[in-house]
């Protein structure tokens, strides 16, 4: 029901790294990092995450994604004095508990062709049965409900932004990067090792979604003014330039397609961390989430300017950062799958991210505070962050300069 291969050791590290940055983040917020259930809770998703990324079994695999997904269902309403953090918290479980369920239908509809549970006997087993293409594209329509949600795919990406706009900010760097995270750890093995004589089908069915993904998230992004919600639109883009890997598993650049999924993640988990850390911390201060808030941070608090800046340039795919190396590496993929046209949607993708991007970074650094008495006022960073924050940085440059030992990794991992 458990393997142990590289897959399940590279995003297992990748888990247990984002649950500690995220406690570093969360230690000094008063109502959040100074409540033991916080790290109850936070200690129990990422079990589940664990258990999610080594899952061989339909059985194992829902009970680790249950396991993950309703301590975060609590995580994400934890303020309960705030009607926003209430909120994200409901609408998070409502549509967690939905597209649970049709998930759910999915697997036993699986176990009703294959009369096993186990996924990498499943192909064998309904490929014997000769069942017709629609029903094993139905099944996989179904499966892919959860799993869309857990990665924030369009159509089931609705729920992001208000979640990480009322979550609090930790737990929606933590929503973002360990979560999405264990949703495509599961979606790559399930894929391949469950629907191999559907590989036409979801393929194409991936392609639209990732267009679909890429376009929207970026487009919206560039409407928003709230620094949250401006991310989780950030985050749906990166999920469908993620897809645009997976595109590329069943063609002759099958293991380059996966290493660059694994390889991404790596680079996105770092870059979005930092990235939540750095509003955290601003926001823990001045007490709003608003991008105009960010006006003359760099003259308050020049080193935490810098890191948003790593952060933002590793976002929008800038070298010498490790998202432009992630991005090549995916769109590389594509080339080599013969999906040109795809690279080239994403590519134009990447530059409307640039935008948005680079308007936040001209409000941190360009722009004056409304009140010239605020810019002489530090903004205090603790510890905590600093030392959080410092990581991530060097992490991210790291990841960019010398990606050889990752991009290993990554290989390792896509060759499950």
Do not use: C
């Not at 247990?16 to 917020?29: K, N």
């Not at 799993?147 to 930790?170: I, L, M, N, Q």
């Not at 988990?269 to 823990?284: E, K, P, Y």
């Not at 924050?389 to 960019?400: D, T």
């Amino acid at each position: 029901m458990v393997r142990d291969d590289w897959l399940r050791f590279v995003f297992r590290m990748l888990f247990l790294f984002g649950a500690a940055i995220t406690s570093l983040f969360a230690m000094d917020i008063e109502h959040l990092g100074r409540r033991g259930e916080f790290y109850l809770l936070l200690l129990a998703s990422t079990l589940g995450m664990n258990l999610m990324a080594s899952a061989g079994d339909l059985v194992m695999l829902y009970l680790a994604i249950e396991t993950t997904s309703i301590p975060l269902y609590v995580l994400a309403g934890f303020f309960r004095g705030d009607d926003k953090s209430t909120e994200s918290g409901f609408k998070y479980l409502l549509f967690g508990a939905l597209t649970s369920t049709i998930m759910l239908y999915g697997f036993s509809l699986l176990y009703g062709f294959g009369g096993t549970t186990s996924l990498y006997t499943l192909a064998e087993k309904i490929a014997q049965a000769d069942l017709p293409l629609p029903a094993v594209v139905g099944s996989l329509l179904l499966v892919m409900v959860g799993f869309g949600f857990k990665v924030s795919v369009v159509p089931f990406h609705f729920w992001a932004p208000d979640v990480y706009e009322g979550a609090p900010t930790p737990v929606a760097g933590f929503l973002s990067t360990a979560s999405k995270a264990a949703g495509f750890a599961v979606l790559v093995r399930v894929l391949f090792a469950v629907f191999p004589q559907a590989a036409d089908s979801w393929v194409t069915l991936i392609a639209a979604m990732s267009v679909m993904t890429m376009t929207l998230g970026n487009l919206l992004a560039l409407a928003q003014k709230n620094i949250k919600r401006l991310l989780a639109y950030s985050s749906i883009a990166h999920a469908g330039y993620m897809l645009i890997g997976l595109v590329a598993i069943s063609s002759t650049g099958a293991n380059l397609g996966v290493t660059s999924v694994v390889f991404y993640l790596i680079a996105y988990l770092l870059t979005n961390l930092a990235a939540f850390g750095a509003v955290a911390a601003v926001g823990r201060v001045t007490g709003s989430d608003e991008i105009a808030s960010y006006a003359g941070l760099s003259r308050r608090a020049p080193g935490l300017a810098f890191i948003m800046l790593i952060a933002f340039l590793s976002l929008s795919g800038m070298p010498p950062f490790g998202g432009f190396v992630a991005k090549v590496f995916v769109f590389a993929a594509a080339v080599d799958a013969n999906y040109i046209w795809l690279a080239a949607i994403g590519v134009l993708n990447s530059i409307i991210g640039l935008y948005y991007y680079l308007t936040v970074l001209k409000v941190v650094y360009l722009y004056r505070a409304a009140d010239p008495a605020d810019e002489a006022k530090p903004l205090p960073l603790p510890r905590p962050y600093a030392v959080g924050l410092v990581m991530l940085a060097v992490g991210i440059v790291l990841i960019g300069t010398i990606f050889a030992p990752w991009f290993e990794w990554a290989r390792a991992a896509a060759a499950f």
